[in-house]
């Protein structure tokens, strides 16, 4: 059974989101009424309400069919490759699957230093990012990828790149087509969440989901210390994994501070519930 998706505030904005776009859309193509079709249009419209309000299934669904695209973009690692068995050692001590769902691991050959993650578990690594990490350290990447598919942050990301698809077919629908995800939309689909800009707030979230992961699974996280430090030296600090991260200094000191607190032996008054 899916998990809850959204509560209802959050569904409340969700829809006035989408009416916006329909709105905007709509407005937009008003000079071109004379030559659009008009049940297309509406259509379209509907479609973009749905898109704001993709349930888990659909979300897998999508992400499935973005990361397929990828996959054919890209150059992949053999299964018997020194890459993919590598990560597979790795990935397997966190775990073969993400709120129930398989993980699906591959390796991009590439000098590119990146990770990333869809919400149907599909993660990917690039050989340049698994040349500059032991294997503590991408361990602790894979951990923070997994958590942005368990807390729900690929799937927003899908929701916002699938609506802002759909918006555009509205706004190009003069020629009365149905618009479909072709295999080009398909493509900018997919580059939209390979490059999706989490806040500050998720990345966050995730990097404290691989601390708590690899705790339970009685793994040392200690090396996210060290993963933060080398991707902030990566071309100067310009690293694609950084783009809309917080600093490198602010994760170092976030995960330090948790590992002081996990080390953290209780006193004597602490272990007998405040009493002496």
């Known amino acids: 059974m899916d998990r809850p998706i959204i509560d209802n505030g959050s569904m409340k904005f969700l829809f006035q989101m989408a009416f916006i776009l329909i709105a905007t859309s709509l407005s937009a193509a008003c000079a ?120 729900g942050h690929t799937k927003k990301a899908m929701q916002v790149a699938y609506a802002a698809s759909v918006a555009r077919a509205i706004a190009s629908s003069a020629g009365g087509i149905a618009r479909s995800l072709s295999e080009s939309e398909l493509g900018a689909l997919s580059k939209k969440l390979v490059n999706a800009q989490f806040s500050q707030a998720q990345e966050r979230v995730a990097d404290d989901y691989s601390f708590d992961l690899q705790k339970r699974k009685g793994l040392d996280p200690s090396a996210l210390v060290s993963v933060f430090e080398k991707v902030g030296r990566v071309n100067g600090g310009q690293s694609s994994m950084l783009n809309s991260h917080p600093s490198s200094s602010d994760r170092v000191r976030h995960i330090r501070v948790r590992l002081q607190s996990a080390q953290r032996v209780p006193n004597i008054k602490e272990r007998n519930g405040g009493m002496l």
Do not use: F
């Open 32 to 151: 071109y009424l004379g030559n659009i079709d008009r049940n297309r249009l509406t259509q379209s419209a509907q479609q973009t309400l749905q898109a704001a309000t993709l349930n888990d299934a659909d979300v897998r669904a999508l992400s499935s069919k973005a990361c397929a695209q990828k996959d054919s973009e890209s150059k992949i690692a053999a299964p018997n490759s020194d890459y993919a068995r590598r990560l597979n050692r790795v990935a397997t001590l966190l775990g073969n699957e993400i709120n129930g769902v398989p993980v699906n691991y591959k390796v991009y050959l590439t000098n590119d230093v990146n990770a990333w993650a869809m919400a149907d578990s599909c993660v990917r690594v690039y050989s340049g990012l698994m040349d500059l990490m032991n294997d503590d350290e991408l361990r602790g990447i894979v951990g923070h990828e997994m958590g942005h598919v368990a807390l």
